[in-house]
């Protein structure tokens, strides 16, 4: 039996102090079981979007279904802090409209540039719309790495 004044040291990467947690990714386990929910029954144009971002294209990194606060990202790139956007005709129908501004705006309040793709557009030129998600990802970097720091993730390039 092992004593208070003698306690089992930690594993690597847990602490003894209280989780704190925090910040814009920030989010509740009903968000994050949602999220999953929403990866396994994707619509076309996402799933359609999915497989070429998957690839990596210009270097990014992207997630699928990512929760960010109390919103769920239809796929976010993270290093540059882009939130993709797929909008189908429901986007355009009663509140919606004014939600997605609220929406938007938070996320421009955290930090994130949002990129709103039509889904047809997706379907019609899926190029055009990988290079509209790369221009996006590509102006949203830093000019310069962080000093100090770690490097990049693998794929992610500055």
């Given at each position: 039996?092992?004593?208070?004044?003698?306690?089992?040291?930690?594993?690597?990467?847990?602490?003894?102090?209280?989780?704190?947690?925090?910040?814009?990714?920030?989010?509740?386990?009903?968000?994050?079981?949602?999220?999953?929910?929403?990866?396994?029954?994707?619509?076309?144009?996402?799933?359609?979007?999915?497989?070429?971002?998957?690839?990596?294209?210009?270097?990014?990194?992207?997630?699928?279904?990512?929760?960010?606060?109390?919103?769920?990202?239809?796929?976010?790139?993270?290093?540059?802090?882009?939130?993709?956007?797929?909008?189908?005709?429901?986007?355009?129908?009663?509140?919606?409209?004014?939600?997605?501004?609220?929406?938007?705006?938070?996320?421009?309040?955290?930090?994130?540039?949002?990129?709103?793709?039509?889904?047809?557009?997706?379907?019609l030129d899926l190029d055009?719309?990988?290079?509209?998600?790369?221009?996006?990802?590509?102006?949203?970097?830093?000019?310069?790495?962080?000093?100090?720091?770690?490097?990049?993730?693998?794929?992610?390039?500055?």
């Open positions: 039996m092992v004593s208070d004044s003698n306690p089992i040291p930690p594993h690597s990467g847990e602490g003894d102090r209280a989780k704190r947690g925090g910040g814009v990714f920030a989010t509740t386990r009903a968000v994050i079981k949602q999220a999953r929910n929403e990866r396994r029954s994707g619509n076309l144009p996402e799933v359609v979007l999915w497989r070429a971002l998957q690839l990596r294209p210009g270097g990014f990194r992207f997630r699928r279904q990512h929760p960010v606060g109390p919103y769920i990202l239809d796929f976010a790139c993270l290093r540059p802090r882009v939130a993709i956007e797929i909008d189908g005709i429901a986007h355009e129908l009663g509140d919606r409209p004014e939600r997605d501004v609220r929406r938007d705006a938070w996320l421009v309040q955290q930090g994130f540039r949002v990129l709103r793709i039509p889904a047809r557009e997706v379907l055009s719309a990988i290079n509209a998600v790369i221009a996006a990802c590509a102006e949203a970097l830093p000019h310069h790495p962080p000093s100090g720091g770690p490097p990049p993730h693998d794929g992610e390039v500055f």
